[in-house]
């Protein structure tokens, strides 16, 4: 049969989970910011803290310790570490770095004779990195966590995962204030839908 | 809607981010093959069901997806202690009924 | 007509903005700030309502949300409105409301007379009593019922409004604004602390707004203006009239409806029309008031009844008197501020009927000073009148407020104020299971014992002066706030004399006799009525409230409770405190749906889960099925296909040439450590100890009950690294299910488990050409069937994307899985569908899927099983290792007499005799369809399609002892009289050896 192809040039192999949101604005001063911040490496890190060769080597790879602390991030130029549970992280590095980084790991780790028992897991392609901005941000996010995002519980740097309207999210504060969110892929138009109807209020622009 | 801490994220979260998976302690048998269907039935369908303090399972679901207990009270709904997995409860019905003869004889005392 | 009862000055309205409105089609004027109801009543509108069983003419009592009466039809159209009280919608211009009951209307109503000439014949229990029997009756007399009773109704139009729900949290809430709350939230604002302070108002000052007392010297009212604007200076104070705490759960969890345009219109012009407030609040103070108790006497319910503090309070905030001649029934002192209300309204204050014989109290003087008739130890026994008050027979008491003692006389007026005392607003605190407790000094139930956080401040505690109420107020606050407080209000001289508790006037004759004594207006339930109850043995007041209805409905009670519980404690022979009380639940007002549901409704109910290829099948026509929160292609039917031709065409290609189906759905779960082996020896059926690198293996998990809960293809990447997949709607509890054995029972094993289902695409192209299309754009792989057999895995390079490909097969055909990252899906799929053209490779979905794995028997986790099929129940003896050493889950349970049962539902084949006919999914199967219903069931029908290529339907199902049963027939038979037959055969209906998948 012929198909129909989308929007989709040759060469062109990747479309990031929201890439079909083009940037535009709906609002001359629009209340909500949305950014993607496509194409990034994400890997899922797995090992025991307690284990100093481990932790030890991964900070030689990273440039920075892992955060042991709950809910905390440690961020290095590109890259930037969630503390996600007590033997799990997220390692965000910069696009198309992962599979490097995923091999300087596991080197790492071996050379330090650490306990072998680690994961690393590339999930890059499983979700995205969102950035939302803007005067509307807290209210845009009272509508759509159960969790507390005012200052006094979610300082800068601080990593919570919880609910985002009827998904999950990883969400991190950034020093400008501004909002990281971790979506699924396969959440990210339900996502976006839902970002576009509770932002309706405020203006959104897509950056 | 509970607000239940996390022993692993040290935090207390809202009941959205978790979900119940039962009774704690309920310990799988070292050798099934061994013992009779009695027993096995009762570690497959038998549970405690108490009015008061009740030891149970959570799961941080849209959270660190760690299981953890927690000690609860089945009737008022409080959260006595959250404890991680391999950790034993500090608070049982026990404690809570020596505490309160305890009190209840300070009264009188 | 004008505003009858309006003053030419005072109150808080703005008489500069006139406002018109329509009652039951007549036009009236009100102003700016009214409610519906003072607006009402200042144009003298008497009857609002009928009741609700007797169909009596019913006028407003309270003030607020006691309301019971005056429920509203408000708007017109898809905006209209059912049931909100008049006495809490605030006024606007063009404003439209009629009655929600009265046929053929409020006024002149026919059911009335139903009322009056079956009134007696309908004592508590008389739908039960008179419609129990014939049982196939209760439909038909349902219908008749329903349409008597009820108030409101909803439009069937869409809603025009949108509403929204925001989630908040704070260190301190307060439930209402009155002075307590004002207190509480002054103190914990200045503290620092997050504060939220609600109040169900328009404006922030409860009883302040309608006191003529002073607080340290300043109006009340003025005071309460300035704690507003101190309060909402404040940057943590977060304070929202029109907004009502409705609802408190467990851990410090309140709900809020903010209205936040229903004081405009009858629709929102722009935003959100309500929104709910789920508040987690660290801490939080109730001072949520009292509400004032009617008194029960003869016919208490006509129009021109109201609460004595309801009348002040028309008079002093609305600028309305609602009536000329009043007569004043009280049994404390709050009553005799309603009479000097009414008289320098410039009134007439008929008499102050006080039921105890020698009230003494500061504004019992000041009455006498003013020169207000009181008459001591007297009770109004009965009002006189028909559609409105006419009189009131007062006649005189013994002191406990028992027995008439004389004869009674009439008072001649058009408006009873009854004072009857305070009943604290304690169903928010009831909202947590806790039960309020009876306290005697305050004559009224209080919250009672909590695990909340909870702190209780003015009326809602039985602190009914205003000084207490600060002073309670801004120690709650400091309280909850962690803080101290020195400060403390005075509001000069506030004593009063003791009130009495009378719950019931008494009358001349018997209550059962006398004229009807109401206590729940809005549910019609008569003092007669509760004393019937206790007669006929109902001891409970649980059962008393479901056998009477009383504190039912929208009502909750508010009014009536506590007269009704103190006449069961009296008929029973108890006190009220042994009695108790039954308890309140949310909502404490009623919440729309509308605001209940929010923003989860149309697309965003529930996520819809998109795969990467998504656009494609969009564009490409396909009709999509939901499975779990996936849509996946359900078929792409071409033009002037039916969906039977697609399926064929579909089908077909598979067989004959390559289709393709979009796989990413399925959960893939990525397993990392030296013990992964182990691990999926203990959770999956079978065996793992020797799978090698580089091959796949079926597995089946059960529960360990040894019920089949999922399958699904694990393939070995490396000798610690395994990829498990699990079907497309059963990934997350597969996943909690592998993290819950290792977190509880086997931490020592050393294996990790991440989600991949997001992180890869899967195509999936089967056919006898799939190779071929493969093989256009694989290099780097030897895809002969030598080197790469069936169930072998590779990684390779596809169309230039590093891949991982699995020679695995779902539909018995030879057939390839490539798994790309899903940034690279919808490239991938493209690249595929291109390199097939030449072999018309057809993208197939879901449905074709479905048949084709049920022509070669191959079973769906959760279609074909249900929760109680083992491996051995559909046939999969083979995929149960019979030698693992670790017992693994579910292993033992095979060995139950239950399970080892013979005559268990066994999953067999079933092959239609009529070979053109599809057998519908879910009929139950039957081996003798001509006995009498009953019928002994045997099993249904869980699989059923037609095939194509073979020529006929083909079904699965479960039957009894069914593998035992080969060859024998089986009837369906069906709600439209046909009784379909089949043979019980083999499952697998196509290539039986299996050669397809392994060429």
């Known amino acids: 049969m012929t198909s129909v192809s989308t929007n989709f040039s040759a060469g062109d192999m990747m479309e990031s989970p929201l890439h079909h949101h083009v940037a535009h604005t709906n609002h001359s001063d629009a209340g909500i910011v949305m950014k993607e911040d496509k194409f990034r490496g994400h890997l899922n890190l797995r090992g025991n803290p307690e284990d100093t060769a481990f932790t030890s080597a991964v900070e030689s790879v990273l440039g920075v310790a892992l955060p042991i602390t709950a809910n905390t991030s440690v961020r290095s130029g590109d890259t930037v570490a969630y503390w996600l549970c007590p033997n799990e992280w997220l390692l965000i590095v910069a696009s198309g770095t992962q599979g490097q980084v995923e091999a300087d790991l596991r080197l790492a780790v071996a050379n330090k004779g650490a306990d072998q028992h680690i994961a690393i897991t590339d999930i890059s392609s499983g979700q995205t990195l969102v950035n939302l901005s803007g005067s509307g941000v807290a209210e845009l996010l009272q509508k759509s966590t159960v969790y507390d995002c005012h200052v006094s519980n979610f300082p800068v740097g601080k990593v919570v995962q919880t609910t985002f309207a009827k998904t999950g999210t990883t969400m991190c504060k950034l020093e400008d204030g501004s909002m990281d969110l971790v979506i699924r892929r396969s959440f990210s138009d339900y996502f976006f839908l839902w970002l576009q109807d509770a932002s309706e209020e405020y203006g959104l622009q897509i950056a | 809607m509970h607000h239940i801490y996390c022993p692993y994220c040290e935090e207390t979260r809202e009941e959205e981010e978790y979900s119940y998976t039962g009774e704690a302690h309920i310990e799988r048998p070292k050798d099934p093959a061994s013992i009779t269907d009695e027993a096995w039935g009762d570690y497959l369908f038998f549970r405690s069901n108490p009015r008061g303090i009740h030891h149970e399972m959570w799961f941080h679901a849209a959270g660190c997806r760690r299981y953890f207990n927690a000690t609860r009270d089945t009737h008022s709904y409080q959260i006595h202690e959250t404890y991680k997995m391999g950790e034993l409860p500090t608070i049982t019905a026990k404690t809570i009924a020596a505490d309160t003869l305890a009190a209840q004889q300070g009264d009188a005392s | 007509m004008s505003q009858v009862n309006r003053l030419a000055t005072g109150g808080r309205i703005d008489r500069a903005k006139p406002m018109s409105f329509t009652f039951n089609g007549k036009t009236y004027q009100g102003f700016d700030g009214d409610t519906l109801a003072s607006a009402m009543l200042a144009n003298g509108v008497g009857i609002v309502g009928r009741s609700f069983k007797y169909s009596r003419a019913r006028g407003i009592l309270g003030h607020g949300a006691e309301e019971p009466n005056a429920l509203m039809q408000l708007h017109k159209g898809n905006a209209t409105v059912p049931n909100p009280r008049a006495t809490q919608v605030e006024l606007f211009d063009g404003l439209t409301a009629t009655s929600t009951n009265g046929w053929p209307n409020a006024e002149f109503d026919i059911m009335q007379w139903v009322g009056i000439i079956g009134g007696k014949l309908m004592p508590p229990g008389f739908y039960y009593k008179t419609f129990m029997a014939p049982q196939k009756m209760w439909m038909t007399y349902e219908k008749f019922i329903r349409k008597a009773a009820g108030f409101g109704k909803l439009s069937l139009e869409p809603d025009p409004d949108t509403y929204d729900k925001l989630n908040v949290h704070c260190d301190v809430m307060v439930v209402g604004a009155g002075p307590a709350g004002l207190a509480a939230a002054l103190e914990a604002g200045r503290s620092g602390k997050r504060v939220i302070i609600v109040d169900e108002q328009n404006e922030f000052g409860g009883t302040l707004l309608g006191s003529k007392q002073t607080v340290d010297g300043v109006d009340a009212a003025a005071w309460a203006e300035q704690a507003t604007s101190e309060l909402a200076g404040m940057a943590n104070v977060t304070a929202m009239p029109r907004t009502t705490a409705f609802g408190y759960y467990d851990h410090n969890f309140l709900c809020a409806l903010e209205r936040r345009t229903d004081h405009i219109g009858p629709v929102a012009l722009a935003g959100t029309r309500q929104r709910v407030h789920r508040i987690r609040a660290h801490q939080v103070v109730l001072a949520t008031g009292a509400i004032e108790r009617p008194l029960v006497f003869g016919n208490n319910d006509l129009p021109g009844i109201m609460l004595a503090n309801s009348v002040s309070t028309y008079i002093n905030r609305y600028a309305v008197v609602p009536g000329q001649r009043c007569v004043v029934m009280t049994t404390n002192d709050s009553g005799y501020q309603t009479a000097l209300d009414i008289q320098s309204a410039g009134r007439t204050v008929v008499a102050v009927v006080d039921s105890r014989h020698a009230p003494d109290g500061r504004l019992v003087e000041a009455a006498k000073v003013a020169g207000i008739q009181v008459m001591a130890g007297h009770g109004v026994i009965e009002a006189q009148g028909g559609k409105k008050v006419t009189g009131a027979i007062v006649a005189p008491l013994d002191e406990a407020g028992d027995k008439v003692t004389g004869a009674g006389k009439t008072l001649s007026c058009d408006l009873i104020a009854v004072a009857g005392g305070w009943s604290p607003v304690v169903h928010l605190s009831c909202h947590t299971g806790s039960r309020p407790v009876w306290q005697e000094d305050v004559a009224g139930f209080v919250p009672g014992p909590t695990i909340q956080n909870q702190h209780l401040a003015g009326a809602v505690a039985g602190e009914y002066g205003l000084s207490q109420a600060l002073n309670a107020g801004i120690q709650a606050g400091a309280t909850a706030a962690g803080t101290e407080c020195a400060q ?340 991938m799929w493209q690249k595929l569908m291109e390199a097939g053209e030449e072999f018309g490779i057809t993208p197939y979905g879901t449905e074709s899927m479905h048949v084709l794995r049920a022509e070669k028997g191959f079973i769906i986790a959760g279609q074909d099983t249900d929760g109680s099929m083992t491996p051995y129940d559909c046939l999969m003896g083979w995929a149960v290792g019979k030698t693992k050493t670790f017992s693994f889950l579910g292993e033992r349970s095979f060995t139950r007499p239950d399970t080892a049962r013979a005559d268990r539902k066994q999953l067999v084949g079933l092959k239609p005799k009529d070979p053109t006919v599809v057998i519908p999914e879910g009929s139950q199967i039957v081996m003798d369809p001509n006995q009498p219903i009953p019928m002994d069931m045997m099993g249904h029908v869980t699989s059923s399609y037609w095939s194509e290529c073979l020529g006929h339907g083909i079904a699965m199902g479960t039957v009894k002892g069914g593998l035992a049963r080969m060859g024998e027939t089986v009837y369906c038979p069906l709600a439209d009289g046909r009784v379909l037959a089949a043979e019980i055969c083999s499952p697998v209906f196509y290539d039986p050896k299996g050669d397809h998948h392994h060429d």
């Open chain 3, 488 to 827: 403390v209000f005075n509001c000069g001289d506030e004593s009063e004399g003791a009130a009495q508790a009378l719950y019931l006037v008494p009358h001349t004759k018997p209550i059962s006799r006398a004229p009807k004594q109401f206590v729940d207006f809005q549910n019609d339930v008569t003092a007669a009525g509760i004393e019937l109850a206790a007669r006929e043995g109902f001891q409970s007041i649980e059962h008393v409230k479901r056998y009477t209805a009383m504190g039912f409905g929208t009502d909750q009670g508010k009014t009536g409770n506590v007269n009704g519980m103190a006449i069961v404690a009296k008929a029973l022979n108890k006190s009220i405190a042994e009695t108790g009380t039954t308890i309140f639940r949310p909502a404490y007002t009623p919440v729309t749906f509308g605001a209940i549901g929010g923003r989860d409704i149309g697309v965003l109910l529930d996520p819809a889960r998109h795969t990467a290829m998504h656009p494609w099948h969009v564009a490409n026509g396909a009709e999509f099925e939901n499975v779990g929160q996936w849509k996946r292609p359900w078929y792409f039917p071409q033009a002037g296909e039916t969906m039977q031709q697609t399926l064929n065409r579909e089908c077909l290609a598979v067989r004959n040439s390559v289709g393709m189906l979009d796989a990413s759905t399925l959960g893939k779960i990525d397993i990392q450590g030296k013990d992964a082996r182990e691990f999926l020896n203990r959770v999956y059926t079978n065996a793992w100890t020797k799978l090698a690198p580089g091959k796949c293996r079926y597995g089946l998990m059960l529960k360990e009950d040894g019920m089949i809960f999922d399958d699904g293809v694990t393939a070995c990447l490396s000798d610690h690294h395994f990829l498990m997949t699990t079907t497309s709607g059963g990934a997350a509890a597969v996943l909690a299910w592998l993290e819950l054995w290792h977190q509880t029972e086997w931490p020592e094993l050393d294996v990790y488990f991440t989600s991949v289902t997001d992180q890869w695409a899967t195509c999936s192209f089967a056919g006898p050409n799939s190779r071929k299309v493969l093989e256009k754009l694989c290099t780097d792989v030897d895809l002969s069937a030598e080197a790469m057999k069936f169930m072998d895995y590779r990684e390779g390079t596809v169309a230039g994307i590093k891949s991982r490909i699995f020679r695995i097969s779902f539909t018995g055909e030879l057939s390839f899985e490539v798994n790309v990252p899903a940034d690279q899906g919808h490239y």
